[in-house]
């Protein structure tokens, strides 16, 4: 009899363990690292792009249930490196808000998707836990809302914790998020940390960008680029210059307009390759004959982009293809140009390389 209370105790106890596992889900944790005393937040530093790529990875999977708000992305940061705690928290509330803008910039989430707390202690860092319910689990992203928990998993605060509760109000409309402040207790000013949107996202926004190698070879530059799509955008290239020295008789001048498609490759869209179409007029006299005429043509491009923040990104491109020119030939006798024939030349190769910076607008 004893030994049938005792294995129905047993029973009864892993049945309840079983179910309080249940209960709890699965929990996944994603650190993201920071240096210490900047609120920066610099994907390639650390591991930082590899936790990204997990977590961007898992939001695709849940999307639907992220979006409703049944599953909650709880978003911890933490700073310690500051004099003294009011600061702390304050560099916290930063880099919890940059982490949430790549994720919204990056998969169109919004603010009320997030579960936000700052913590003056422990270390350099943000998390973004997870805990998925056993239904999530069972029925991924297909998960009904009759099926959801109606109650979603709230942060136990531990004992003794230092620990600031920012979390943003809900969003009245899906179109405009309000911004994030931050009251520093120490003085009591309030402080902007972020404004976010969820209009703001990979697959659409518009950049300006500046060719820096034509800004050393003192060639203005700037262009536009509009991503129309997750893996499409367009954009047109300007440069514009005019030079003359040593009275008139040495001179550097051109314009040149230059759109492209291009198409951007992988989940996170760093290699892309394009065409380009380029039109425009010179004017070169750096020696005793001048070249004064018409250019167009066009190739393939490639590049690379590196991304440097939530807003800047370095793109090194390169162009090859053909360009025709048609140009007339003169030289220049008592500050009068005399013209000495014409001529047509066809350039096969490199036609256009740049390392531009581009920033990023809306």
């Known amino acids: 009899m004893l030994k049938r209370l005792f294995e129905l105790s047993c029973l009864l106890f892993m049945m309840a363990a079983t179910a309080f596992a249940h209960e709890k889900g699965d929990t996944s944790t994603y650190t993201f690292s920071f240096k210490s005393g900047s609120d920066m937040f610099y994907v390639p530093y650390s591991e930082n792009e590899t936790e990204l790529d997990r977590l961007e990875q898992f939001i695709e999977k849940y999307k639907n249930p992220i979006i409703d708000g049944r599953l909650p992305l709880m978003v911890d940061g933490y700073c310690k490196s500051a004099p003294n705690d009011a600061r702390n928290l304050r560099i916290a509330a930063i880099r919890s808000n940059r982490v949430k803008?790549?994720?919204?910039?990056?998969?169109?989430?919004?603010?009320d998707c997030f579960i936000?707390?700052?913590?003056?202690?422990?270390?350099?860092?943000?998390?973004v836990r997870v805990i998925l319910p056993v239904e999530t689990v069972a029925n991924d992203e297909h998960l009904q809302p009759s099926q959801a928990t109606e109650e979603t998993p709230q942060q136990e605060q531990p004992d003794g914790e230092k620990a600031a509760d920012t979390t943003e109000s809900h969003m009245?409309?899906?179109?405009?998020?309000?911004?994030?402040?931050h009251t520093d207790s120490s003085s009591g000013h309030s402080e902007e940390v972020t404004t976010s949107s969820t209009k703001n996202s990979?697959?659409?926004?518009?950049?300006?960008?500046?060719?820096?190698?034509?800004?050393?070879?003192?060639?203005?530059?700037?262009?536009?680029?509009?991503?129309?799509?997750?893996h499409l955008s367009i954009m047109a290239n300007g440069s514009?210059?005019?030079?003359?020295?040593?009275?008139?008789?040495?001179?550097?001048?051109?314009?040149?307009?230059?759109?492209?498609?291009?198409?951007?490759?992988?989940?996170?869209?760093?290699?892309?390759?394009?065409?380009?179409?380029?039109?425009?007029?010179?004017?070169?006299?750096?020696?005793?004959?001048?070249?004064?005429?018409?250019?167009?043509?066009?190739?393939?491009?490639?590049?690379?982009?590196?991304?440097l923040n939530n807003a800047l990104s370095i793109d090194f491109n390169l162009a090859i293809g053909c360009l025709h020119a048609d140009y007339d030939r003169y030289v220049t006798i008592d500050g009068v140009r005399v013209a000495r024939g014409s001529d047509t030349k066809n350039w096969w190769g490199p036609i256009s390389a740049g390392v531009t910076l581009v920033w990023r607008v809306l």
Not at 172 to 181: D, M
Not at 205 to 230: C, F, K, M, Q, V
């Open 202 to 230: 990979r697959n659409h926004g518009l950049s300006i960008r500046a060719n820096l190698l034509r800004w050393a070879t003192l060639t203005p530059d700037a262009g536009i680029e509009w991503h129309i799509g997750r």
């Open 101 to 111: 803008s790549e994720l919204i910039m990056r998969r169109n989430l919004r603010e």
């Open 240 to 307: 514009w210059t005019s030079w003359s020295w040593n009275n008139a008789d040495r001179r550097y001048a051109l314009w040149e307009v230059a759109p492209e498609v291009r198409v951007h490759l992988g989940s996170k869209h760093r290699g892309y390759v394009g065409a380009m179409y380029k039109v425009g007029q010179f004017n070169y006299k750096l020696s005793d004959t001048g070249k004064q005429g018409d250019m167009m043509g066009g190739g393939v491009t490639g590049g690379y982009l590196l991304k």
């Open 172 to 181: 009245q409309s899906q179109e405009n998020t309000p911004a994030t402040t």
């Open 116 to 127: 936000t707390r700052n913590h003056a202690d422990s270390g350099d860092y943000v998390t």
